[in-house]
């Protein structure tokens, strides 16, 4: 689990570099030369043409540092997302194999539990970690130890809750992000406004282009943050449902390859 625990966080950092890397070199080499030719070309024509027709460019409105940590916090949560989502998708194909070799309409009887624990515990090591071979075994123990199918049942169903909450932990950071995107966008508006009324005295003697490009970093950077930030949330929500399925389609297993023979064998006591 701690090695586990250390590649995801080297995969993160990594990620958040290669995130600035590709980023800021679309801006560099794309996003903000254009914009500044068609705002050299705006200028022009506002000083040449008595009226002018203003138009928008999506480089100018993707133009400031702003959008471009927005762009990075993006794609650094989208490439968090799909490691998780890789994961959750090696955990669900386990639930296609056959890891106990009970017979359709066989009882198992506490004595058998230790030797159905071998084939788990053979298992290669990055598979044992997984949620599925973990449960498995842990209720095959707890079995062994009790005979009690209702402690089999309760240890399934702690394992696969406090696998909920240990998914849920994990998205800590990308939740972080979502909440940060749209804050940087109001920073930015922050900035522009503040920048538009630093410029009022030239608005009044009738030359109103700085005004209106500090206006425009104030609210674009706030509806390019906010865009985004719905984008990240929608998949945040589609990999968090993911996970639930995963935890609930577990406990079904459990439940289907061996709570179901076990019941057939014993008998509990009904509180």
Known sequence: MKKGANSEFIYQLFSLLIAIIVVHAVYVTVIRPNAAAFQKQQQIAQQTDAVVVSERSIYVVLKDFEQETCFILMVWALLIMAYKARLTFKEKSMLSLTMLNIAPGASILPSDARDLCRPLQNLPPHQ?????????????????????????????????????????????????????????????TVRGIGDALGLAHEAVQGNIIGVTNSLGIAFNSTFIALVISIFVMFFSHQLQLMQERLVQGTQDYCDNSLLNHLLKNTTDEVE
């Open 128 to 188: 044992q970690a997984m949620l599925a071979p973990r449960t498995l075994l842990v209720a095959l123990q707890r079995f062994y130890a009790t005979s009690s199918v209702a402690a089999v049942a309760s240890a399934v169903k702690n394992t696969c809750e406090s696998e909920t909450d240990k998914l849920d932990s994990e998205l800590a950071m990308v939740r972080y992000i979502v909440w940060a995107i749209p804050s940087i966008g109001f920073i930015g």
